[in-house]
């Protein structure tokens, strides 16, 4: 893009700093410089949620069902949480991480994934999305009643 030195005529702002006709102002520039850093945080969040998802099903789903539940065949005769249930839910973050990561409280099947191929990264993104599994099954219960 060619601009010629005649299309770009020097102001003085009533700041007194010199503007560029046709040019956005410095704020303008920050403004835009973090709107552009926000879409890429947020679209990296998004992929990440959706990696976290697909890992989820990948390495949790068989044990612990899509939806959290622990209902599942190969389960039947395993005591596997339900990881929507009010006692996963007042787990912290760091033991949930741990439990997943390191096998922590884990006596009837194996948690180990940290030490079996899985990052930092990822076991943080499962234990998100386990948060999001006990947000979506606490909204699809109406209040006052209890699931069975």
């Known amino acids: 893009m060619q601009i010629s030195t005649s299309s770009l005529i020097l102001k003085r702002s009533v700041t007194g700093s010199p503007k560029l006709k046709g040019m956005p102002a410095p704020n303008m520039l920050r403004i835009i410089v973090v709107l552009g850093f926000v879409v890429l945080m947020l679209s990296g969040s998004y992929a990440l949620a959706q990696?976290?998802?697909?890992?989820?099903?990948?390495?949790?789903?068989n044990c612990h069902a899509k939806?959290?539940?622990?209902?599942?065949?190969?389960?039947?005769?395993?005591?596997?949480?339900?990881?929507?249930?009010?006692?996963?839910?007042?787990i912290s973050d760091t033991d949930l991480f741990?439990?997943?990561?390191?096998?922590?409280?884990?006596?009837?099947?194996?948690?180990?994934?940290?030490?079996?191929?899985?990052?930092?990264?990822?076991?943080q993104g499962l234990v998100?999305?386990?948060?999001?599994?006990?947000?979506?099954?606490?909204?699809?219960?109406?209040?006052?009643?209890a699931k069975p």
């Open 128 to 145: 998100k999305y386990i948060r999001v599994l006990q947000r979506s099954s606490q909204q699809s219960t109406p209040r006052g009643t």
């Open 51 to 61: 990696d976290s998802e697909a890992l989820y099903t990948q390495k949790c789903a």
């Open 98 to 123: 741990n439990s997943i990561a390191h096998g922590t409280q884990h006596k009837e099947y194996p948690h180990a994934f940290l030490h079996i191929g899985m990052t930092e990264q990822q076991v």
């Open 67 to 90: 939806d959290g539940s622990g209902h599942t065949s190969m389960t039947s005769k395993l005591a596997v949480p339900d990881l929507r249930s009010k006692r996963i839910a007042e």
